[in-house]
């Protein structure tokens, strides 16, 4: 039976108090256990886990979802351990939980932070009905490589979008109360420089500079950090020869000194235990002793804290104060969520109801997150009343698992509606529908399908063709080197195109994929991203005119696997490509003498601009922008730069525009890129209207990461554009003066 922990007295503590109070009844091996979080996804036959339960080694469990098993567990530890801390449960509800949302990358398509926010808030929810009170989301990894299989999981190139949709993710997650019903404790990943991979290829060292390092990949757990973030994890990475995971200059040194950061800390799974295969530690005593003094609090299935730390402070090789504060942090972290005083809170609420809206919001963010990124002569909208033959063909067009992409352990295919059954819903009986898959799946070389799909094509008025990737061709360890659709695609395209009818493609995908070589077999095209369980209907609504695109793209597409890492805010380099600069590969003269004079940054073969631009997606409506107009031609740091333009809906079709301004520095002690995104907006413009859309800058916009590790900007000139995607031409510029004109 446990002593009990929480007497009268202890109760009437505050949180800080109530947990000195535990930690002064604890041995040293118990303090250990707080830090050791374990895997409960298998069954237990051996009793293993129960025992160390029992035994005061385990502070918290993962993937374990189900509302009976997770109370076997809790009385467990409330009442067969000897102090009865309660144990934390937690799961990667990564885009949803019972209802599947699209990928992360795809709702960073939908520039819609109060979006996110609200489909957090309902993963939140369901996780927490469970017993689930912790997810390791979001994953803020800033990520350039779309080989990386975990670009899926992301939001994707540019650290300002990540950092406003990544805080809308924490919010959404944590609510306003931590102890609140339906609130789980954020876990910010992968800190940091993840997305960095050598290759694309998961898990692979990182060569990442300390200025692009503070510059790009920190600002998304920066802004995390500012939104309350309870908890972070490290990442696998080895980052210029430092582990994540033993890297005391980053976790204790930038997050905890320079960044403020006290909550918890957890590594990624067994990543302690990897230092040794980095060769970075000798054996797990070694790994255990660094990643604690690192900043690391609770190491994920190594067991090396729980197995080594109480020896390492007995030896005098940890301190008894460190192992304190890393207990410490697990404690207050478990006070804050209400498991202490409440371990059953999800029993007396019986599980929180389901939220509602969950499905309905599915859906909102499905449409939102799809890009239009070609409709050649207004092929879209097709207007259905006119249809009397169409076909769905392709290896995605039927797929309920497949839709719902990577990280989906809750989501369930029965709650997903294919573009197959959203289409024939969409038709009822006023047309005839030809399904037609071609090929089995998206790796499938055989052409067997061809014929029944081609037969379907040339049956109907018009072609819609679900092309894409499984869902497990991305995804952690799920890396790609060539990046075009797999199997027979290209192939299965040509047969349809040969049918002569408008071809509507809709990819499905984890990754931004190489489309150059495809794309022409296409009249129009729709990236969906995996849009989750209600992809079908917002491909049905968007195809349908039902709902009008308002999608931009997170990441560029580069034109081949050649030209990554391909990103809008690369540096100018010294010999910048431009349009009249570059020279195709078919234009070089056979037996050329060699010469580089006037030549610049490109490539032969595909020059340097990607396919599809970062921020690039088209609408219904057809927006036109006009002239900026600025309030000042310089500002002094602390006043503010007002700029205003206007944009008119000359389409015949409401609405929204995702407004982005960028701007350029164009002279700094560090190389600044050629532009940075700094603010967007959603405008809902009714056809035919205009509106003025306003921004305000100040210095605080300008600032980065300096070469003295200051943060700020430097006076000088700067561009500014805003437009509807990274290439936007509407520019104006203006000087940001050394000192306010009081001196
Ligand atoms: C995985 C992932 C991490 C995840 C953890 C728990 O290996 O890298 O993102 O949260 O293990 O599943």
């Not at 090789?317 to 890393?326: G, I, T, W, Y």
């Amino acid at each position: 039976m446990a002593d009990a922990i929480l007497t009268d007295e202890i109760n009437s503590m505050d949180i800080d108090a109530r947990v000195e109070s535990i930690l002064s009844q604890m041995t040293l091996e118990e303090k250990a256990g707080q830090l050791n979080s374990v895997d409960a996804s298998s069954p237990d036959p051996s009793g293993r886990l129960a025992d160390d339960i029992r035994a005061g080694r385990v502070g918290a469990v993962l993937n374990q979802v189900e509302l009976p098993e997770i109370c076997k567990l809790q009385y467990l530890a409330l009442e067969e351990s000897r102090l009865g801390v309660p144990l934390l449960f937690s799961r990667d509800v990564i885009h949803g939980f019972n209802t599947v949302f699209p990928l992360p990358l795809g709702q960073a398509a939908s520039w819609n932070p109060g979006l996110v926010r609200e489909a957090a808030r309902i993963a939140a929810a369901e996780a927490a009905a469970t017993g689930v009170r912790w997810t390791f989301a979001p994953m803020v990894d800033i990520s350039r490589d779309p080989r990386w299989g975990r670009i899926a999981e992301s939001l994707g190139e540019d650290p300002h979008l990540a950092s406003v949709l990544g805080a809308a993710m924490v919010e959404g997650f944590q609510g306003e109360e931590l102890s609140a019903p339906g609130s789980i404790a954020a876990c910010v990943k992968h800190f940091a420089g993840y997305g960095a991979s050598e290759g694309g290829r998961d898990y692979a060292a990182t060569s990442i500079p300390d200025n692009e390092m503070r510059n790009v990949y920190l600002p998304p757990f920066k802004a995390a950090l500012k939104a309350g973030a309870a908890t972070f994890m490290t990442s696998f990475g080895d980052i210029d020869g430092v582990p994540a995971t033993g890297n005391d200059y980053l976790i204790n040194g930038v997050l905890r000194g320079e960044m403020g950061f006290d909550g918890l800390m957890i590594s990624d799974w067994d990543s302690i235990g990897q230092l040794i295969v980095h060769g970075f530690c000798e054996n797990p005593e070694e790994a255990a002793r660094i990643a604690a003094q690192a900043g690391v609090d609770m190491d994920m299935m190594s067991s090396a804290f729980v197995d080594h730390l109480p020896a390492l402070v007995r030896q005098g090789l940890v301190s008894e104060a460190l192992l304190d504060e890393m207990a410490r942090r697990v404690l207050t972290l478990k006070f804050a969520l209400g498991v202490i005083d409440d371990p059953y809170a999800d029993i007396h609420r019986g599980g929180a109801p389901a939220p509602a809206d969950a499905l309905s919001l599915a859906h909102k963010a499905a449409v939102e997150s799809l890009v239009l990124l070609k409709n050649e002569g207004g092929v879209l909208p097709l207007d259905f009343s006119e249809i009397d033959n169409l076909a769905v063909i392709g290896p995605l067009a039927d797929q309920p698992v497949e839709q719902m992409g990577t990280w989906v352990f809750d989501g369930r295919a029965e709650r997903s509606i294919t573009p197959l059954s959203a289409v024939r819903s969409a038709l009822g009986d006023q047309a005839q529908l030809h399904f037609a898959p071609g090929l089995t799946h998206s790796r499938d070389n055989s052409q067997t399908g061809f014929a029944d799909a081609a037969a379907a094509a040339r049956a109907s008025d018009a072609v819609i063709l679900c092309l894409g990737e499984e869902a497990i061709l991305s995804g952690e360890a799920h890396c790609r080197a060539d990046i075009t659709l797999p199997g027979a695609q290209l192939d299965l395209a040509k047969t349809i195109r040969a049918a002569g009818k408008p071809v509507i493609a809709v990819i499905l995908a984890g990754r931004p994929l190489a489309l150059t070589h495809i794309e022409p077999y296409f009249d129009a095209l729709i990236y969906a991203w995996h849009p989750g369980n209600m992809g079908g209907p917002a491909i049905a609504d968007v195809i349908s005119g039902a709902a009008n695109p308002s999608g931009k793209l997170p990441v560029s597409f580069p034109k081949s696997v050649g030209q990554i890492p391909i990103h809008y805010n690369r540096k100018n380099s010294g010999r910048p490509a431009e349009p009249d600069k570059v020279i195709a590969i078919e234009d070089v003269p056979v037996g050329a003498p060699q010469t580089s004079l006037g030549m610049s940054s490109f490539h032969l073969d595909d020059g340097y601009e990607p396919f599809y631009p970062f921020g690039f997606g088209l609408s219904y409506s057809k927006f036109a922008y006009g002239h900026i107009q600025i309030s000042a031609q310089s500002i002094a740091p602390g006043e503010p730069l007002e700029l205003a333009i206007d944009i008119t809906n000359s389409g015949d079709r409401d609405g929204v525009e995702i407004v982005q301004l960028y701007i350029r520095d164009r002279a700094a002690s560090l190389t600044r890129p050629v532009r940075e995104l700094k603010a967007f907006q959603r405008v809902e413009l009714p056809a035919g209207e205009s509106r003025t859309v306003r921004f305000v800058l100040t210095d605080a916009d300008l600032a980065f990461s300096r070469r003295d590790k200051s943060f700020g900007a430097e006076p000088g000139g700067f561009d500014v554009w805003i437009g509807g995607d990274s290439q936007a031409d509407a520019h104006a510029a203006f000087e940001l003066c050394a000192r306010s004109a009081a001196g």
